[in-house]
C-alpha cells in the first residue's frame, strides 16, 4: 500500500524557474492538501483541496498554483521559484478534512 | 489571528514520563491533533481531541480542555525511540490544520 507519494524527493531551481511538485495517493481520499515547513516555524498550509475538480487558498498560497483533476493527484506548481520558497514540501491526504492526515515523506526544494 | 504555543525543547530520561503542552487560539475550534516527526521524516498521526477530557493509546494519552485552550500529549515509559518533534495541531474552524512550531524531545539513558 503505497499511501501518499510525493516527486521529486529533492529539487534544486534557479531563480525564476518554473517546476511541479507531484503528489499521489491511492487511498480514495478526498481531502489533500500541501504545506511547507521551514525551521523554526510550524507546517504551513499553501493550497488544500475538498475533492476533484475544487481547491482552496490556504495560509500561504502566493506563488504556487494547484489543480485537482482526479481524486489521486494533487501536483502543486511553482510559477515563478524565488528564494524564498526553499523549503521542505509535504503532501497530506485524508478521508474528510476532520480526519488524520496522511502526509508523504517530503519535497526537498532548494532556490538558488 | 491564530497561535498555538508549545515549548521548543525538552529531554527526559528513558522509562520516565513525559508531558507535552499545548495552548492554543484559533478562528473557531473543531479538534485537537498530535503528530510525531522524526528529523528527516514526514509528521505520522499520533491522537486526535474533539471533546474534553483524556484519550488513551498505548504508552500515548492526549488530553483536550477546550474552555482553557489547552492541550497536552503524555508519553509513559519513554524509549530511545521516542525522540522525536512532537507537532500540536489544531483544526480551525474552517477545517483546517493550525500547526505550532513543534517540541523536539530527546530521550537520554
Known amino acids: 500500500n503505497a499511501g501518499v507519494t510525493q516527486t521529486p524527493k529533492f529539487q534544486v531551481l534557479k531563480t525564476g524557474q518554473s517546476m511541479t511538485l507531484q503528489c499521489a495517493q491511492d487511498m480514495n481520499h478526498e481531502y489533500m492538501s500541501w504545506y511547507r515547513q521551514d525551521p523554526g516555524m510550524g507546517l504551513r498550509l499553501i493550497h488544500y483541496s475538498v475533492g476533484a475538480g475544487i481547491t482552496d487558498q490556504g495560509e500561504v498560497p502566493n506563488g504556487y498554483n494547484v489543480s485537482r483533476s482526479t481524486t489521486e493527484d494533487f501536483p502543486l506548481r511553482l510559477l515563478s521559484a524565488a528564494p524564498s520558497q526553499t523549503s521542505v514540501y509535504f503532501c497530506a491526504s485524508s478521508l474528510q478534512r476532520n480526519q488524520p492526515q496522511h502526509f508523504g515523506d517530503g519535497t526537498r526544494l532548494s532556490i538558488l | 489571528g491564530q497561535n498555538i504555543d508549545q515549548p521548543t525543547e525538552m529531554t527526559a530520561t528513558e522509562g520516565a514520563i513525559v508531558q507535552i503542552n499545548c495552548t492554543y487560539q484559533?478562528?473557531?475550534?473543531?479538534?485537537l491533533f498530535w503528530y510525531q516527526q522524526h528529523a528527516g521524516e514526514a509528521p505520522t498521526f499520533l491522537s486526535y481531541n474533539v471533546l474534553d477530557g483524556l484519550e488513551e493509546k498505548g504508552r500515548f494519552s492526549s488530553f483536550l480542555s477546550r474552555s482553557k485552550g489547552y492541550s497536552y500529549l503524555l508519553l509513559k515509559e519513554l524509549q530511545m525511540k521516542d525522540s522525536a518533534s512532537y507537532l500540536c495541531?489544531?483544526?480551525?474552524?474552517?477545517?483546517?490544520?493550525?500547526f505550532g512550531t513543534g517540541t523536539r524531545l530527546t530521550v537520554i539513558p
Open positions: 484559533t478562528s473557531g475550534f473543531n479538534g
Open positions: 495541531a489544531a483544526l480551525t474552524g474552517a477545517n483546517n490544520l493550525f
